[in-house]
DNA sequence: TTATTGAGTGAGTAATCACTTACAAATGTA
DNA sequence: TACATTTGTAAGTGATTACTCACTCAATAA
């Protein structure tokens, strides 16, 4: 990636993120990041080539999270981790985060290969602590995850205060 | 409302939802309702306003839902109200609160009066029941209701089996 | 030196955007 | 009946959209 292209990269996320991708016009995109609109078009092909390497990169990071809490062999740290899991987004990664929330109620949810294996691999750990319905737990566990990151990512307070509650209605003190 | 209105109405609030505000245009939503575009703009002055009509009639109805569960006595069922709320939305609302999902990430995040009402009187019910952190406890199911009413809402598996895992949880069997 | 190539530009393109305007049809109301 | 108001339409408006095209420039290689 040239300085300019990255320049194109950073100033599309930010404005597909906070504006949402249909109200980001590839001008404004250029302005932003210094650069002549063509030279979009000559790097990403279009509009939607550029969404698409910013959803790449981003979900790449992503899955490598799912998988390492997913290869964690004690169940009971496994649901940990995954509760956990909201509470450390590092602040850089929220336009990311941001931009990912918004694209699940337009266009296709992407439901990656990693976040699969994630699941099963949650329901894999509730039966091992015979839980009554483990595939429902995993799936709760997901919900809860995607209600306290969007708390997290829209409200700027202090998160911390919702883990302790978390963990104690998972035995996880 | 005459009926052409009320057509789009009904144009706009299914369009807006399912492929969002920015991407439907005001010539789709007229073809939809079978009306010529101009018609948008004499009932609704502009397309903002089309969109804060459609706003304010839905969550008119959802701050209903909000009181009434502030106004239960008992705080163990106020909690089980709240934590309900999500598996008793009604399918034909589906449309006005993926709407209002998707409007959470872009514009300004609509905190309405009777939301903070809602989470001061779950806060107090935490205090009742003797929880150690009330107003954590209130963000929290606040979360939950988001994540769970999300699952609900953008796939189409049945929700029921998470309820029985969350009652668990908050010990309301 | 000369040729080739990829990065970058800026002025275009047709299509579409939200919105307006002039006017006709329908509806009430005396 | 006559007239005023509301409901509705069709054909526009200028602005903006995503995208293209012809071009320059700098670096590298033969």
Redesign the pocket.
């Known amino acids: 990636m040239?300085?300019?292209?990255q320049n194109i990269f950073n100033a599309a996320l930010e404005l597909f993120s906070s504006e949402g991708v249909?109200?980001?016009?590839?001008?404004?995109?250029?302005k932003r990041a210094?650069?002549?609109?063509?030279?979009?078009?000559?790097?990403f092909?279009?509009?939607?080539?550029?969404l698409q390497a910013i959803l790449e990169e981003g979900l790449n990071k992503g899955e490598a999270y799912f998988r390492e809490i997913a290869s964690e062999e004690n169940p009971k740290k496994r649901i940990l981790s995954a509760l956990q899991l909201p509470f450390s987004i590092s602040p850089n990664e929220y336009p990311f985060w941001r931009l990912f929330y918004t694209l699940k109620w337009q266009r296709c949810n992407i439901e990656t290969e990693g976040v699969m294996d994630f699941r099963t691999s949650l329901s894999d750990a509730f039966t091992q602590l015979k839980y009554t319905n483990p595939e429902a737990e995993a799936r709760l566990v997901e919900a809860i995850i995607d209600g306290v990151a969007t708390e997290i990512l829209i409200k700027n307070l202090d998160p911390q205060p919702l883990l302790q509650c978390l963990l104690d209605k998972y035995k996880l003190k």
Chains 1, 2 share one sequence.
């Open positions: 040239t300085e300019k292209q249909d109200a980001t016009s590839t001008s404004k995109i250029a210094g650069v002549s609109e063509g030279l979009i078009f000559r790097h092909k279009n509009k939607e080539g550029l």
